[in-house]
Structure formats: C-alpha cells, structure tokens
C-alpha cells in the first residue's frame, strides 16, 4: 500500500517554464487537495477535488492548474515559473469513510530561478 | 472561508515539562480538528484529532480539547520529550476534502 505518491522530489526551474507535479494515490479516496508550504509557515491549499471530474480553487490558486480525470491521480501544473513559486509542494488525499484524516505525499520541493 | 490562528509560533520546554498549543477558528460549521506533527524534510503527519461532538480526547502523552462554543481547540503533551521536538500544526475542516492550516508551532524540548 502506497498511500500517496508525487513525482519528482526536487525540481530547479527557470522562470517561465512550465511543469507538472504528479500525485496518485492508491486508497480510493474521493478528496485529493495540493498544498504549498513556505519557509516557516503554514499549509496553504492551492487546489482541490473533491472527485474525478470535479475540481475547486483553495487560497493560492494563480499560476497553478489541475485536473482529476481519474480517483487516483491529480497533477499539478505550473504554467509559467515564477520566483515567487519556489516553495515546498505536498498532494495529501482524504475520505469521509476513513474519518478525513489527511494522507500527505513526501512533498516536492521546487526551486525556480 | 475558515481563519485558523495558532499559538504561540515557537515554544521551548525542559524535558519532562508539559507544553500546550491552542488554536482558534472562524467557521462554526468547522467539525473535525487534526493536529499534525512535521519533522524537518518530512511530511506532517497525524497525531490526535477530535469531532465536533466531543470535548476532550486523550492518547498516552497527547490530549486535544475543544470548546465548540469558544471556538478554540488545545493540544497538550506532558512528559515532554527531545523526539517530540517538531512544527505542529492544527487544522480545521468545515468542507469535505479540503481543511485550513494554522501557520505551526516550533515545539524544542531541551534535554
């Protein structure tokens, strides 16, 4: 058992490349979210789904895109590398049945210079 | 949307001290409040949560405390020790799939 899987660990970008980070999970969880963590802060959610098919912006939404084709995976989408998105990434899924307790990936930290 | 606010943002005890971390929340519909440890380079991980339809939940050295009509929450370790120096983080969820974070708390336990 998996649980919750994203590609790749590190990634150093120019500014204005674009790239995606991939999550799957394999716990048949309805809820996928994404999550940046900055130096000594918090988590804030950039993305959600509750579904396949269906998708929500959390609190940081700009420059990032998502799409949930499948239960199991969720990629994440950088359209444009900026700086200011140099960040620490974690995919985290959930589901009501297993009480919503969040299942957080190992986290992919990016670097865009 | 929801505002969770945590405190203190650094927190060093002697070992075998308690430490107390309280959060506050905006969203009275918020029903299900996790804590989550983070070791450096780690991801956070669940320690203890508590549902809306309870006050107090207790395991081994970890307790949480919720006053719904406050709208604040407690995590509590006693008999601290040096592996339980971490970031905790609490957390409230009022939608499905998707819980706000409070910006952490630095916990040091000095040997």
């Known amino acids: 058992n998996a649980g919750v899987t994203q590609t790749p660990k590190f990634q150093v970008l120019k500014t204005g490349q674009s790239m995606t980070l991939q999550c799957a999970q394999d716990?048949?969880?309805?809820?996928m979210s994404w999550y940046r963590q900055d130096p000594g802060m918090g988590l804030r959610l950039i993305h959600y789904?509750?579904?396949?098919?269906?998708?929500d912006q959390g609190e940081v939404p700009n420059g990032y895109n998502v799409s949930r084709s499948t239960t199991e995976d969720f990629p994440l989408r950088l359209l444009s590398a900026a700086p200011s998105q140099t960040s620490v990434y974690f995919c985290?899924?959930?589901?009501?049945?297993?009480?919503?307790?969040?299942?957080f990936g190992e986290g992919s930290w990016l670097t865009v210079v | 949307g929801e505002n969770v606010e945590q405190h203190p943002s650094t927190l060093s005890v002697q070992e075998g001290d308690s430490a107390v971390i309280k959060c506050t929340y905006s969203?009275?519909?918020?029903?299900?409040f996790p804590w989550y440890k983070q070791e450096l380079g780690k991801r956070p991980q669940l320690i203890i949560d508590?549902?809306?339809?309870?006050g107090e939940k207790k395991d081994q050295r970890i307790a949480v405390t919720l006053n719904k009509t406050a709208k604040h929450f407690s995590l509590h370790i006693t008999e601290t020790q040096p592996e339980d120096s971490a970031v905790y983080f609490c957390?409230?969820?009022?939608?499905?799939?998707?819980?706000?974070f409070g910006d952490g708390t630095t916990l040091t336990v000095k040997p």
């Open positions: 957390a409230a969820n009022a939608n499905a799939g998707k819980s706000t």
């Open positions: 789904s509750v579904g396949a098919g269906i998708t």
């Open positions: 508590i549902r809306s339809n309870v």
């Open positions: 969203d009275s519909a918020s029903n299900y």
């Open positions: 716990m048949n969880h309805e809820y």
């Open positions: 985290a899924s959930s589901s009501v049945t297993a009480g919503n307790t969040i299942y």
